[in-house]
Each structure stands twice: as C-alpha cells, then as structure tokens.
C-alpha cells in the first residue's frame, strides 16, 4: 500500500507537522507562554500513537522517516533558537522603526512585524517592547532596542540578543 493510500499514515504525518509548526511558533517568541503547557498533552497523545503503530507484529513502516524527520528536525531548530531568531530577523526593521520614534503615550497592542507588541515603554535611550504577556514561570516577555548602551543590573533583567536588541522579562 502506497504513502497516498494509507490514511493512517497521512494522519499520523499531519498531526505531527502541526505539532512541529504549533511548537515552532510558540518558541519563536521569547518566555513560553501558557500555550506551551497544551503543546505537552498533545505531544505526549503523539507519542503513544506512534508507540501503538511500532508495537507487536506491526514494525516499523516506511512511511514513518517522515514524521521521525520533522520530530528530529523541530527539535534541531528549537535546540538552536532558528524559530526565534528567524522571526526576529524578519521583524527586526519594523520594530526598530517603531523603536526610534517610540513616545511614553505610544499606541500598543498591534502587530509590529510578526509579533503582537501588547505594550510600549520608552526607556532611557531607547524603547522596549511586551511580546509574551503570560508565561508559565508569571513573567512577561520581550525585546528592548538599547543603541549605545548595556543595561545596568538595577534596570530589570536583561539579556543581550543580537546588536542593540536585548531580550527582558519582568514580573516575579
């Protein structure tokens, strides 16, 4: 029976790629937001499939490298940050853009580039935007544009990103 015929397979397959593109999306920001949480059950119910569809007398099939490889794969780019920084690089301008003309009053809650910036906040020299607004560890999330400047220690948690873009998280 061909890959076409199986319906089983092409399922299985599906499942699998949507999981792969829901977990790559949620990683694509930074901080994991209470979504991740539903990615577990699902990833979970994925793999006792697979385990029922290799279990006695029914071996392994051909069809199967296909869903192994998007597991492998996801698991390679989420390994090394290529959703999140992917995303980033096709947002970067947008949200330098809006970083450079930031006011105190600035509108929020839109969509810059590929994130939904939920608020703006103009900081000494230079802006910073909420992304993940709810998380599992109750923080948010989200990118500061610092031309010219580390933050100190004092100013919140920070971390350096790429050039003068720092991932920050505030809360608890």
Excluded: C, Q
């Amino acid at each position: 029976m061909g890959p076409t015929r199986n319906r089983r397979a092409l399922l299985f397959t599906g499942a699998i790629g949507l999981g792969s593109l829901l977990t790559s999306f949620e990683v694509s920001a930074p901080g994991l937001s209470v979504w991740a949480l539903a990615l577990v059950p699902y990833w979970v119910a994925l793999a006792v499939a697979w385990s029922w569809m290799l279990g006695p007398g029914r071996g392994w099939a051909r069809w199967m490298f296909v869903p192994l490889a998007l597991v492998l794969g996801t698991v390679l780019l989420v390994k090394v940050d290529a959703p999140l920084r992917a995303r980033f690089a096709l947002s970067e301008s947008s949200l330098e853009r809006h970083a450079l003309s930031a006011r105190s009053e600035y509108d929020s809650d839109r969509w810059w580039g590929l994130y939904f910036v939920g608020d703006v906040e103009k900081i000494p020299g230079g802006a910073r935007f909420m992304v993940t607004e709810l998380t599992i560890n109750w923080r948010w999330y989200g990118f500061a544009y610092l031309p010219g400047r580390a933050p100190a220690p004092e100013e919140g948690s920070y971390e350096h990103f790429t050039g003068p873009w720092y991932i920050w998280s505030d809360g608890p």
